[in-house]
């Protein structure tokens, strides 16, 4: 690992001071991803902003907003915490059920949402649980829809500097999460999450293709009959999804209707 200046700025204007006054700075959270990539030399920042004593980046709460309850995740908030968190058990237990499918339980105690997000691999599970659940990213300054969110392989709506302080995700009438693991890493080959509102279903993808994404034709079908039936003629192209050694991309899209099927299937016992 190349050397570097390490900082522990207790506000968010102080840690964007320090970013704007450094060389080649990167914001740290739980360093579960970050880490691993300096000691690899695939990341090699002048400094390492730790974001850990920053207040207004901590915490789960009930808001209202978007016309309806949401829950407010803020960006430090380690996975274990999210799925042990009442609020979110009560209200929003697929928020749970995603992040408990998350690596292993050192990974859980240690990565965060916010850092989870920000880094947008293209396996992650909580990229489908933001598009699926309608979710609002807050930064510093700017609240940026999930819809807007995701653009390329780790590649966000971010700009370097921001600061990712919080998410709000809608809570839906009913949701589910499905994921076909990787068995070693424990990421999604392909994960799918369906979530009902009054003005829909929404599915949100991650694992197939270089971002997540939302499977708007799948959406559709689903809006005109909940069944897994309903999906059965619709085409998921493979086009611009993702292949390697875990799985080519027309099994990736095989598996988004697979895994789609399995999630209907699920929220119809849960009517
Ligand atoms: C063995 C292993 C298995 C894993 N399995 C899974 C899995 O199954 N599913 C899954 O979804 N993930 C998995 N992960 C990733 C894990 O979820 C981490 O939480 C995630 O990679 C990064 O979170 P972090 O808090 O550790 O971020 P860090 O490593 O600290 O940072 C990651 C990136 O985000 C930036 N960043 C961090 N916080 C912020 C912020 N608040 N604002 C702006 N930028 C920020 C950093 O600058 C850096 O670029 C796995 C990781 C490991 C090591």
Redesign the pocket.
């Given at each position: 690992m190349y050397s570097f200046d390490y900082h522990r700025p207790d506000s968010v204007e102080a840690a964007r001071s320090l970013f704007a006054g450094a060389e080649d700075p990167?914001?740290?959270?739980?360093?579960?991803?970050?880490?691993?990539s300096m000691k690899q030399r695939l990341a090699a920042p002048s400094d390492l902003i730790d974001?850990s004593g920053l207040q207004a980046?901590q915490g789960i709460e009930h808001v209202e907003s978007q016309g309806g309850t949401s829950i407010r995740v803020g960006?430090l908030t380690r996975?274990n915490d999210v799925a042990a968190n009442g609020l979110v058990l009560n209200q929003l237990p697929v928020l749970a059920q995603v992040v408990s499918?998350?690596?292993?339980n050192q990974?859980r105690n240690?990565?965060?949402v916010?850092?989870?997000i920000?880094?947008s691999?293209p396996a992650?599970?909580?990229p489908a649980a933001l598009l699926g659940l309608q979710a609002v990213i807050n930064t510093q300054d700017r609240q940026i829809p999930a819809d807007d969110f995701f653009h390329d392989l780790f590649e966000t709506a971010?700009a370097a500097d921001?600061?990712?302080v919080s998410v709000d995700f809608a809570v839906p009438l009913r949701a589910t999460y499905q994921k076909f693991r990787n068995p070693a890493?424990?990421?999604?080959v392909v994960g799918v999450l369906i979530a009902e509102y009054a003005t829909g279903f929404r599915v949100g993808v991650t694992g197939a293709g270089p971002c997540a994404f939302r499977a708007c034709t799948l959406e559709d079908a689903l809006n005109q009959s909940f069944s897994p039936k309903a999906l059965n003629d619709v085409e998921v192209p493979d086009a611009g999804f993702n292949s390697d050694l875990h799985a080519s991309a027309e099994y990736r899209a095989h598996l988004v209707k697979v895994l789609a099927k399995r999630a209907v299937s699920d929220l119809s016992q849960h009517r």
């Amino acid at each position: 690992m190349y050397s570097f200046d390490y900082h522990r700025p207790d506000s968010v204007e102080a840690a964007r001071s320090l970013f704007a006054g450094a060389e080649d700075p990167m914001y740290l959270s739980g360093g579960m991803t970050l880490i691993p990539s300096m000691k690899q030399r695939l990341a090699a920042p002048s400094d390492l902003i730790d974001l850990s004593g920053l207040q207004a980046l901590q915490g789960i709460e009930h808001v209202e907003s978007q016309g309806g309850t949401s829950i407010r995740v803020g960006a430090l908030t380690r996975h274990n915490d999210v799925a042990a968190n009442g609020l979110v058990l009560n209200q929003l237990p697929v928020l749970a059920q995603v992040v408990s499918s998350i690596g292993d339980n050192q990974v859980r105690n240690r990565g965060t949402v916010g850092g989870s997000i920000a880094n947008s691999d293209p396996a992650a599970d909580l990229p489908a649980a933001l598009l699926g659940l309608q979710a609002v990213i807050n930064t510093q300054d700017r609240q940026i829809p999930a819809d807007d969110f995701f653009h390329d392989l780790f590649e966000t709506a971010l700009a370097a500097d921001d600061i990712l302080v919080s998410v709000d995700f809608a809570v839906p009438l009913r949701a589910t999460y499905q994921k076909f693991r990787n068995p070693a890493s424990g990421y999604a080959v392909v994960g799918v999450l369906i979530a009902e509102y009054a003005t829909g279903f929404r599915v949100g993808v991650t694992g197939a293709g270089p971002c997540a994404f939302r499977a708007c034709t799948l959406e559709d079908a689903l809006n005109q009959s909940f069944s897994p039936k309903a999906l059965n003629d619709v085409e998921v192209p493979d086009a611009g999804f993702n292949s390697d050694l875990h799985a080519s991309a027309e099994y990736r899209a095989h598996l988004v209707k697979v895994l789609a099927k399995r999630a209907v299937s699920d929220l119809s016992q849960h009517r």
